[in-house]
């Protein structure tokens, strides 16, 4: 079995920062890519950051130049520091893992961690 934990979320000032973080957890034989996606009330999922195996990474043009994803292979985790908050970030952060494990192809969410942006 393949667990995704998040951890992170929380209450900040606009203009502050905040770091995710998501461990996969499990029979894990290989990441091919994790990512990070949110959802804020009444909307739908959308994209926030990728980065692959190889450490290739690619953003929303939401949040380019303010986010970052980057990752521990050791731990199986993967983080986004998010800089430069704004109230449109306000959102459930969701992390996505599409991996191998010993059973076979997984492709899974976290619960999600709250992300809440004041002014």
């Known amino acids: 079995q393949v667990q995704l934990v998040e951890s992170g979320g929380g209450l900040v000032q606009a203009g502050g920062s905040l770091r995710l973080s998501c461990a996969a957890s499990?029979?894990?034989?290989?990441?091919?890519?994790m990512g990070w996606y949110r959802q804020a009330p009444g909307k739908q999922r959308d994209f926030v950051a990728t980065?692959?195996?190889?450490?290739?990474?690619a953003y929303a043009g939401s949040v380019e130049g303010r986010f970052t994803i980057s990752r521990d292979n050791a731990k199986n985790t993967v983080y986004l520091q998010m800089n430069s908050l704004k109230l449109e970030d306000t959102a459930v952060y969701y992390c996505?893992?599409?991996?191998?494990?010993?059973?076979?192809?997984?492709?899974?969410w976290g619960q999600g961690t709250q992300v809440t942006v004041s002014s």
């Open positions: 996505n893992a599409d991996l191998i494990s010993t059973s076979g192809l997984y492709n899974g």
């Open positions: 499990g029979n894990i034989f290989r990441i091919n890519a």
């Open positions: 980065i692959t195996s190889g450490g290739s990474t």
